[in-house]
């Protein structure tokens, strides 16, 4: 029972989502060919998985606990705050900020910043384009 | 008459200047100010700039990286524009001031700034509309335009 509702969960996350822009899902569609690359098996990303990884909480690359959350909060609808320097952040969620998930430069270059921020690492393409996908199904 | 005019408008280019160049580079304001308050390049020597582009993938413990590309381009802007390549009156002043044998990357920690500030107690600082030091548009409301005298302060409480 618990296990269907999770699925039931993960499916409604997946069919919430905002389509990917052409550029985008061109660069989807690339973290994916390089996902199946790094793991056998792979077949799509995984909102739910992204979830996970945005809010899960490490020792980040200041040495100090950090998540995604920490700076983008829990609810992507809504303006974060940068923790080191104060400064607010729009919305993260394409639902609540169109510019969202629209260059794929901006994203690339994010991506690369934020992972090494919380995981004092790159991230891998699957880990990617499930944030990618969380970030584009959170309501 | 002619010459009062010209006297008035003299002065009102004095009252009206800035004290350092406000920043009019897209990409510099979109890329500086995306986490924090844009600093004008005129606050900062340009060996300073230098040593911050060359390390922004541990900017003040964050990764702050941009393409080479973007990276090159706003460090010529900010070279050409820095402090010692001004001659703006707040950027003359930090000229001064800074030690030669010095390249600070911290504008807090400047001769300048410090004794701009030493009639402030460092809590004001901490406070929740302030946050810190660096944070200048918190109280110098014109800091986007490059003014940052006294006339135009507004400490939050």
């Known amino acids: 029972m618990k296990k269907s509702f999770l699925l039931l969960f993960?499916?409604?996350?997946?069919?919430?989502?905002?389509?990917?822009?052409?550029?985008?899902?061109?660069?989807?569609?690339?973290?994916?060919?390089?996902?199946?690359?790094?793991?056998?098996?792979?077949?799509?990303?995984?909102?739910?998985r992204g979830q996970k990884i945005f809010t899960s909480v490490h020792i980040g690359k200041r040495g100090k606990n950090i998540s995604c959350s920490s700076c983008h909060s829990i609810n992507l609808q809504q303006t974060g705050k940068n923790i080191h320097t104060g400064k607010?952040?729009?919305?993260?969620?394409?639902?609540?900020?169109?510019?969202?998930?629209?260059?794929?430069?901006?994203?690339?270059k994010w991506l690369r910043r934020n992972f090494n921020d919380v995981y004092k690492r790159e991230g891998s393409a699957m880990e990617k384009g499930d944030v990618l996908y969380y970030i584009n199904s959170a309501k | 008459m002619k010459k009062i005019y010209l006297v008035l408008i003299f002065m009102s280019g004095i009252l009206l200047a800035s004290d350092v160049k406000p920043i009019n580079n897209q990409l510099a304001l979109k890329e500086c100010g995306s986490c924090?308050?844009?600093?004008?390049?005129?606050?900062?020597?340009?060996?300073?700039w230098k040593k911050i582009m060359r390390n922004l993938s541990d900017h003040f413990g964050v990764d702050a990286s941009l393409d080479k590309n973007d990276n090159t381009k706003i460090l010529n802007y900010y070279v050409v524009?820095?402090?010692?390549?001004?001659?703006?009156?707040?950027?003359?002043?930090?000229?001064?001031?800074?030690?030669?044998?010095?390249?600070?990357?911290r504008i807090t920690l400047g001769t300048v700034f410090l004794r701009a500030h030493d009639e402030l107690r460092r809590s004001v600082f901490r406070r929740k509309s302030i946050q810190r030091a660096g944070n200048c548009i918190?109280?110098?409301?014109?800091?986007?335009?490059?003014?940052?005298n006294e006339d135009y302060v507004r400490i939050p409480r």
Do not use: W
């Not at chain 2, 918190?138 to 003014?147: K, M």
């Open chain 1, 88 to 108: 607010l952040i729009k919305p993260l969620s394409p639902f609540a900020n169109t510019k969202r998930l629209s260059k794929v430069k901006d994203v690339k």
């Open chain 2, 81 to 105: 524009n820095s402090s010692d390549n001004s001659k703006q009156y707040l950027s003359r002043v930090i000229t001064r001031y800074t030690r030669s044998d010095k390249t600070p990357v």
């Open chain 2, 138 to 148: 918190a109280c110098h409301v014109s800091a986007n335009r490059g003014i940052y």
């Open chain 2, 36 to 48: 924090h308050f844009a600093y004008q390049p005129g606050l900062l020597p340009k060996r300073s």
């Open chain 1, 10 to 48: 993960a499916f409604t996350l997946t069919v919430n989502a905002k389509g990917f822009n052409p550029q985008m899902q061109q660069y989807i569609n690339q973290l994916k060919s390089q996902a199946q690359k790094e793991k056998s098996g792979f077949t799509d990303f995984n909102a739910k």
